[in-house]
Nanobody, 116 residues
């Protein structure tokens, strides 16, 4: 499984960005996809995930972020609105596969910088 993420960039506080992540390869065992982020000096943390069943899980984004997926394109999106400087970090696409145990694939990361 390969994950190709894009859509990061520099934006002013209050602005919006849309990240996308396309999955390719043998993906029929992928049960969920999502986004994590890593701020400088901090550990990687969950942003949002969406399961194949369309169940969605958000971390504490207080309604500013929305995750969605296009199954036909094997792509997951993260719409980020009302961005804050504390949203700055590298955003990683994740795909979780079940092999009898859970296995995580990671994309290369895309930088999001929110200026104040």
């Amino acid at each position: 499984v390969q994950l190709q993420a894009c859509g990061g960039g520099l934006v002013q506080a209050g602005g919006s960005l849309r990240l996308s992540c396309a999955a390719s390869g043998i993906i029929f065992n992928i049960k969920a996809m999502g986004w994590y982020r890593q701020a400088p000096g901090k550990e990687r943390e969950l942003v949002a995930t969406i399961a194949r069943s369309s169940d969605i899980n958000y971390a504490d984004s207080k309604g500013r972020f929305a995750i969605s997926r296009d199954n036909a394109k094997n792509t997951v999106y993260l719409q980020m609105n009302s961005l804050k400087p504390e949203d700055t970090g590298v955003y990683y696409c994740n795909a979780r596969e079940y092999r009898g145990f859970w296995y995580d694939y990671w994309g290369q990361g895309t930088q999001v910088t929110v200026s104040s």
